[in-house]
């Protein structure tokens, strides 16, 4: 096969894992941003108290990364369609720089995941304690969260109802549950109803599974982004090689 039907092959298969490379990343720094700008969502409220926030951290590495790629991406394709061997070098060179801090993210997801979960469940514990203080009434995103977790997903405190018992911040301490551990439409924290007609299962089970899938979808990502990225390099390389021997022996394409 000629040199220059090589290169053209090279192109086009590279501008494809190029392509699904740049989805990964967008993906990513779509993450990043509606970690960093939802305050409502669940990570955030969870991780919103004290001084270390870890969503901001991860927010701000996926958005770092994300952009990064996103920019790697566009220098790819316009070093393979233009053939620019000094993009090429520059690209790979990339690559090879986001691979490794992709590696180093995916051992720092399985080294502090249960770390995370721990601080994740705490967080719970401390809202649900918290909840209807009327000197907290900052936290208040934070409670009405809480109720439309237990609302629609039908449980009642983390392991189960008498949780609610270590609140302190009920009218009548014996009787009180959150109106949100009912079929109750009622806007307000608490309500006066027997323990029995209160929701029997607790929010752990479905929290965990959200947050286990949460945590699944990103591994995902990154291991695929891994994969994407051994082929680019490999591509990029052999690129590099046929356009360098294609500029030195013209007549042999």
Known sequence: MKI????????????????????????????????????????????????????????????????????????GFLGSVMEIKCLLVTYMSFQIMVFVTQMAILVLIFMKKEEVHNQWNNRIDEVISEYGNESLTEQEPVWNILNAVQRNMECCGRYNVTQWERNKNKENNSTQIPCSCIKSSLKKWFCDVPRDSTYSMGCEEYLNTWFENNVLILTAITVSLLITQIFLIRLTSQLFRNITKNNIWPNES
């Open 4 to 75: 220059r039907d090589k290169i053209l092959i090279q192109k086009y298969y590279l501008n494809v894992f190029n392509g699904i490379f740049l989805a990964l990343g967008l993906m990513l720094l779509t993450f990043g941003l509606w970690l960093l700008f939802d305050r409502n969502n669940l990570f955030s409220v969870l991780f919103s108290s004290g001084e270390n926030q870890p969503v901001a951290y991860i927010s701000c590495i996926l958005l770092g990364i994300g952009s990064v790629i996103t920019m790697t991406s566009a220098m």
